[in-house]
């Protein structure tokens, strides 16, 4: 074959992206619907080899039979720091749960910080301890690192990225679509904590409450799960930004099912339910940082149950619905009495409303 | 317009008569007393609060008989249909007759 | 939550929908209008529709002060913060609300200095922590909010706070409850009154629409509760060939209204000779604004503003939506061109709106029911 014959030199293939608006708006970078146009839309295509795949917390990879679990983060926050932890533990938490609720223990990480020019030394020290401490606490090896700094004004005091390996764990297969109807989910504790204490730590609402994040590794509680129900586990995820009715909503997107939920099944604290009902939020919307919610076959849901509620940090879990058919792809939130309404996920962040 | 909640007055500060803590469940907030002026609520005292200003006082005692009324609700359709199964009304007519 | 949980009491409900099903005439359908947004927004999140039998269906009124905001309204309060040195603070529910160049929110990523207050009072301590900006409080809300918004601006005079101003757009409800019973496509059999606005006004205010256009009211509170037993008011005035005003909602509305509200509105609040509503056209002495004794706070007199109409584009059926002719899903756009995530008009945007109560809480419901049924 000439050179000159191939009228088209090797080109890198190009797919079309699907995604059609003009510019990056913060609703992108919410957890919620946006956020899964962009990266269904502009990213999947581009970057990832496979589409047909939902997209899942951490991805696992095959070399030559080893298998290894990657999955990476960046953590933007405001303030640094809040009742409960900092941006240091949220995001070597963050990304040893993202690992867990795979079916991953995570072994590893690398992080890169990008710090403002003049953030003071006291408040780097004090977030880097908090990581380190945390990873100690998971069990997690901080294996290096980069830094970068800009200029005053564009980062938010630090912007953390993380970037975790670790073990895939036995016997484990996590994919919506081998999700069921009849199935049924289980939550490992009280919703909305993290996200309204960061709400009211900005201050701009003047509420007080006794409350505190929820950071921590998960890991712990997934591992008694998969310990007493492994083969029944079908799928898992970590509630953050978007909160329980955003991840929910994934799944029965990936899986084409139904979401049944009883809302009085949903465990929540008196003062996060005071705080959204004065500020007009859904708690079902508000991030957490150390819950997770699990899909599991029904035959094993009372184990699974049984197993969280004995395991430490996990008395309050609790199976709050079950997979069902109808509403094909949606979520539906039933009272006692029966009234029923269905629960999207959000568009950007949850806002208070006074109407 | 319509977003409120009652919350209960916790703390009342004397420098401040229009001012007062109240607190929701253990959610607590500075509210502005200046609309119940013409009637200031005390400590202890529930309040219905939209947009940070107490709106009026919450009657625990209208909100019992309002609870009451609902819960007799269908008691006295079923003390009728239990009356019907007496079949008193055939004993009369055999009585009249 | 005391004074709320008692009110969603799963057993009484139960029993208070059978009241329902046992009062309501199958024989009548019943049309029973909800005036307020935090009503519409209540019935969806409670299910309450779940309840009730199928011959009583509820309406959803205008009383939602965000989706009757004209976007020129918008447009100029955007206008005002575009100055340099100008804080915009507005509740969270403004903050999504599209004008012609974006909503608050997007304005805000652009570089415009946009807060979210929960209270007219943060607006006002905003300012005082920022001596060297202008604080400009978006000011909506019915007579519930309007009180609040007075008593700041008394203490803004008072305390001399000069780097404060609000742009008031709050509105009155009886001019819109007026513009529905005289609109000539409506047929509502009685209502479900607003609750929080009686808190000011009182039940005073709605006797004409009992005394003259013989239709009953029901005052009612917002739990699941409050908004069954209101049901099962009128209901019983309906049966009875009655109309009256009914407080339900006792334990927290006087009849009378609250004096010192109404003092504080008269104080710095005149009535504008007319108002524009997004959807109802412009409604006379259905507006507050700022009276000459407090210009100095009224953003309108402080800034240059551009005034310019607005009009929604003739394909969005907001106005029939608002008076509760058409059902949010029979609008042309509903669902396609106007989403929550790219609204069209304010009853899409409002978490009160019709559109997005329909669009978030209800529509794949009746999809689903629908497809139950094609099944069975």
């Known amino acids: 074959m000439n050179i000159a014959d191939d009228e088209s030199p090797v080109l890198e293939s190009s797919p079309p992206i699907r995604f059609r608006e003009p510019q990056i708006e913060m609703a992108h970078g919410a957890g919620g619907k946006a956020s899964r146009r962009l990266v269904e839309g502009l ?43 900092s941006i240091g533990e949220l995001a070597v938490n963050g990304t040893v749960n993202d690992l867990a609720v795979s079916g991953a223990k995570a072994e590893a990480m690398v992080v890169t910080y990008v710090l403002e020019a003049g953030l003071p030394t006291p408040v780097l020290e004090a977030e880097v301890r908090a990581m380190g401490n945390a990873a100690r606490r998971a069990g997690v090896t901080i294996a290096g690192g980069d830094t970068k700094v800009v200029e005053h004004g564009k980062a938010d005091s630090m912007y953390i990225t993380t970037t975790g390996i670790g073990r895939p764990l036995h016997g484990l297969k996590i994919d919506a679509r081998s999700v069921r109807p009849g199935d049924k989910i289980l939550l490992s504790g009280p919703i909305g904590d ?158 208070p409303r006074i109407c | 317009m319509c977003l409120a909640i009652p919350g209960q007055i916790v703390e009342l500060f004397p420098d401040q008569p229009n001012a007062a803590l109240i607190d929701v469940v253990g959610v607590r907030r500075k509210v502005d007393l200046g609309l119940l002026q013409d009637d200031l609520p005390v400590k202890g005292d529930w309040v219905l609060i939209h947009v940070g200003f107490a709106m009026s006082k919450i009657s625990e005692k209208d909100a019992i008989d309002q609870m009451r009324t609902l819960r007799m609700l269908g008691e006295a359709e079923a003390a009728m249909q239990e009356v019907e199964g007496y079949g008193l009304d055939d004993a009369e007519n055999t009585k009249a007759s | 939550m005391k004074f709320v949980d008692e009110f969603r009491d799963p057993e009484v409900i139960t029993k208070t929908s059978e009241e329902i099903r046992r009062l309501a005439d199958t024989n009548r359908h019943y049309r029973i209008m909800e005036v307020c947004g935090g009503h519409t927004h209540a019935i969806y999140r409670f299910g309450l529709k779940d309840l009730l039998p199928s011959n009583i269906e509820l309406i959803h009124g205008p009383g939602c002060p965000v989706c009757v905001l004209p976007m020129g309204r918008i447009d100029d309060g955007l206008s005002i913060a575009q100055q340099p040195d100008v804080i915009f603070a507005a509740f969270g529910d403004m903050m999504r609300v599209p ?55 008394l203490r803004a005079k008072a305390q001399s706070i000069h780097n404060f101003s609000v742009f008031c757009n709050h509105v009155t409800i009886i001019p819109a409850i007026r513009a529905i019973l005289d609109s000539p496509d409506m047929r509502i059999d009685a209502f479900i009154g607003p609750g929080h606005v009686s808190t000011v006004i009182g039940c005073r205010p709605y006797e004409w629409i009992a005394k003259n256009e013989n239709k009953p009211v029901a005052v009612s509170g917002f ?154």
């Not at chain 1, 990832?48 to 070399?63: C, I, R, V």
């Open chain 1, 43 to 85: 990213f999947a295509p581009l970057l990832f080899a496979s589409a047909s795949e939902p997209l899942g917390d951490a991805a696992h990879l095959d070399f030559n039979g080893t298998r290894i679990a990657i999955t990476t983060d960046s953590f933007v926050v405001k303030p640094l720091s809040f009742p409960g932890g």
């Open chain 1, 194 to 351: 993290h996200g309204i204490t960061i709400l009211l730590a900005r201050g701009e609402l003047d509420l007080e409450a006794d409350l505190h994040s929820d950071t921590r590794s998960i890991f712990p509680l997934v591992e008694a799960l998969v310990n007493a129900a492994g083969p029944g586990v079908r799928w898992m995820r970590d509630p953050t930004r978007g909160g329980v009715a955003t991840s929910l909503n994934e799944l029965a997107r990936d899986c084409g099912l139904g979401i049944a939920l009883g809302e009085e099944m949903i465990p929540i604290r008196d003062a996060v339910r005071g705080a959204c009902e004065l500020l007009g939020l859904d708690p079902l919307h508000i991030a957490n940082e150390g819950q997770f919610l699990a899909v599991v076959a029904p035959e094993y849901a009372d184990a699974a149950l049984n197993a969280l509620s004995l395991a430490p940090g996990g008395e309050d879990a609790q199976m709050i619905g079950e997979v069902r058919e109808q509403p094909s792809g949606a979520v539906l939130v039933t009272t006692r009495y029966g009234g029923s309404r269905i629960i999207d996920m959000l568009v950007g962040d949850p806002l």
């Open chain 3, 99 to 153: 004008g012609t160049q974006g909503s608050p929110l997007e304005h805000k990523a652009r570089g415009m200095d946009v807060r979210i207050v929960y209270s007219p009072s943060d607006a006002l301590k905003l300012a005082q922590m920022n001596p060297d900006k202008h604080v400009m409080f978006f000011a909506i809300g019915f007579e519930t909010t309007a009180p609040s918004t007075a008593l700041t601006l």
């Open chain 3, 223 to 376: 739990e699941p509760l409050d908004i069954l037993q209101s049901i099962v008011m009128v209901l019983r005035q309906l049966k009875a060939d009655e109309a009256r005003i009914e407080n339900q909602y006792k334990r927290v509305v006087p009849w009378e209204g609250n004096h010192a509200a109404l003092r504080a509105m008269a104080d710095v609040f005149e009535l504008r000779p007319y108002f524009e509503w997004r959807g109802l056209g412009f409604i006379s002495q259905s507006a507050l604004r700022i009276r000459e004794s407090y210009a100095e706070w009224d953003a309108e007199q402080r800034f240059e503003v551009p005034g310019v109409r607005v009009t929604d584009p003739k394909a969005a059926q907001c106005g029939e939506v608002l008076k509760g002719v058409l059902k949010p899903h029979q609008c042309k756009l509903f669902g396609k061109e106007c989403t929550p995530e790219h609204p069209i008009g304010a009853l899409m945007v409002s978490s009160e709106g019709s559109c997005a109560a329909y669009f978030n809480y209800e529509h794949r419901k009746t999809a689903m029911v629908t497809s139950i049924a094609s099944v069975a």
